[in-house]
């Protein structure tokens, strides 16, 4: 990897940066103009990431200075297992920093922080036609075989 990369919990600092970053996540999955998520939205899931009795946290890539790509990622029960389970909920590079091992490195950070929290796996999900991500996301985990089912309410 030819950056200069560290990665750490994001610091209430980080909004100016983060905030590009999660408007490209968003966007990229068709949340952006009309139905874009609304600021409030924004605002709350910025806070939990600073507030203890929340289980969302969030990771940052930096290089000199400027944030290169960020995680989301949240601990919660099972039935299947006394400890925690870690749903990777977002990650996102910026379009300069694809292909350089951030995202790889940004992974591997949720699988450490997982490990110490007594997570025993790390799941995630992305939409079929992400195949650019999908090439990593088959280096670095195994497909569960499972399929999602949702339903607005």
Not at 24 to 51: K, V
Not at 71 to 96: A, V
């Amino acid at each position: 990897m030819s950056l200069n990369l560290t990665i750490r919990p994001v610091e209430p600092r980080d909004f100016d940066q983060w905030l590009p970053l999660w408007d490209g996540y968003n966007a990229f999955y068709g949340r952006s103009g009309p139905t874009a998520l609304t600021p409030e939205i924004t605002q709350i899931t910025w806070t939990r990431f600073f507030d203890a009795y929340e289980p969302v946290h969030a990771l940052v890539a930096e290089s000199e200075g400027q944030l290169l790509g960020i995680t989301h990622y949240i601990y919660h029960r099972t039935t299947i297992s006394i400890g925690p389970i870690c749903y990777l909920q977002d990650l996102f590079t910026t379009e300069n920093a694809r292909g350089k091992g951030v995202a790889r490195t940004l992974i591997n950070e949720v699988y450490t922080q997982a490990k110490l929290a007594g997570a025993f796996r790390v799941y995630w999900q992305t939409h079929e036609t992400n195949q650019t991500a999908m090439q990593l996301y088959d280096k670095v985990a195994e497909k569960s075989g499972f399929i999602v089912y949702r339903m607005p309410i």
